[in-house]
């Protein structure tokens, strides 16, 4: 998934008005403001309630859904192999959200505060701040992404992560 990928995919998104962020490794690259390293998927959380539309609008560009785990998330993917990795979230009246998770009772909570801007192909992109990325990426051995990812954290804003 390419800049110019992930750049067509949020014009078609707010094209349709609704609100989604980036997340995962593009979203690093998003708060970092450079592409990094290369990306299989495209990660996007959204609000649940516009998920219909969310759903439209990615058909309408040739997306289809390939994996179901609602209500945790699930992926959409086109005919290029281009991969969407969305993840619905149930927001409170302060800005803050939940995400449900696979384990009963450990839903991922999303402070209001998480919600940020960061660039992609020199535009503002809606982003997961850096201590939400790093919240993420707890509880699990890494891959070389995930240590990568954080180096770009520790590197760009200073910030402690766990590995």
Known sequence: MTSTDVSAVLAVLQQAGVEVWVGGGW???ALVGAQTRPHRDLDLVHRREQEP???AALAEAGYVETLDWRPVRFVVADGDGHEIDLHPLVFAP???AVQA???????????????VTGTIQGSAVPCLSAQQQIYFHQGYEPTDRDRHDMAQLRQTFGLETHF
Do not use: H, Q, R, T
């Open 27 to 29: 979203g690093i690259d």
């Open 53 to 55: 539309a969310v759903i």
């Open 94 to 96: 302060d800005g803050s």
């Open 101 to 115: 998770s696979l384990k009963p009772g450990e839903d991922f909570d999303y402070p209001a505060a998480c919600f």
